[in-house]
């Protein structure tokens, strides 16, 4: 089956960018997904095919993907973006979806 | 506008079953698959499975397939997951999906309010 990583936490000062790193094998020729949850809420999809936003979600989020990494970016970061990031793709392979182990960004 | 409706929380005894319905509306039902994830207390999501409510064709992970039934109803909208012979490592917060396709993939715009389960003697 597909393994999806992703490093347990990433600290970053407001105002600043944070990068967060989704690993997969040959992950560049997959479509990639992130979610944001926030504790005690549902997950929110904050961009879709490697790199567009879902209506609502802010321009300070984007997305790039090729080779063996998938990569998140949160410019500006506010208080507010501190959450849970999870990428996911879909399986071919085995027709489901798959899910990185999250990333808890933390804001300073 | 789409809206996933979950069935509140419930507490069962090891060995016990648990049903969660997941309804929806704003969106024809039969037109998109639905999933199911869960979270286990501190821990990331699981997907568990998925069903077509077009044709109630439905696939579950290997590891709970002897144990998970998903069904739906299409004269209500809703969808079910039955998770039988429950352990307390099934203690989770379980989410439906809506999956949106995409080519050879699919994402979730639109989520359930999340349905606690705690298994414990």
């Known amino acids: 089956s597909y393994v999806l990583t992703q490093p347990p936490s990433v600290s970053v000062a407001p105002g600043q960018t944070a990068y967060i790193a989704c690993g997969g094998n040959?992950?560049?020729?997959?479509?990639v997904h992130w979610y944001q949850q926030r504790p005690g809420q549902a997950p929110v999809l904050v961009i879709y095919?490697?790199?567009d936003r879902p209506s609502g979600i802010p321009e300070r989020f984007s997305g790039s993907n090729s080779g063996n990494t998938a990569t998140l970016t949160i410019s500006r970061v506010e208080a507010g973006d501190e959450a849970d990031y999870y990428c996911?793709?879909?399986?071919?392979?085995?027709?489901?979806?798959?899910f990185g182990p999250g990333t808890k960004v933390t804001v300073l | 506008q789409v809206q996933l409706v979950q069935s509140g929380a419930e507490v069962k005894k090891p060995g016990a079953s648990v049903k969660v319905s997941c309804e929806a509306s704003?969106?024809?039902?039969?037109?998109?698959?639905l999933t199911w994830v869960r979270q286990a207390p501190g821990q990331g999501l699981e997907w568990m499975g998925w069903?077509?409510?077009?044709?109630?064709?439905?696939k579950s992970v290997q590891n709970l397939q002897d144990r998970v039934t998903m069904t739906t109803d299409t004269s209500t909208s809703t969808a079910y997951i039955e998770l039988r012979n429950l352990r307390s490592d099934d203690t989770a917060v379980y989410y439906c999906?809506?999956?949106?396709?995409?080519?050879?993939?699919?994402?979730?715009?639109?989520w359930g309010q999340g349905t606690l389960v705690t298994v414990s003697s």
């Open positions: 999906a809506r999956a949106d396709p995409g080519g050879s993939t699919y994402y979730y715009v639109f």
């Open positions: 704003g969106y024809k039902f039969t037109n998109f698959a």
């Open positions: 069903i077509n409510p077009y044709n109630a064709n439905a």
């Open positions: 040959n992950i560049g020729y997959k479509s």
């Open positions: 095919y490697n790199n």
């Open positions: 996911q793709v879909w399986d071919t392979s085995n027709d489901n979806a798959v």
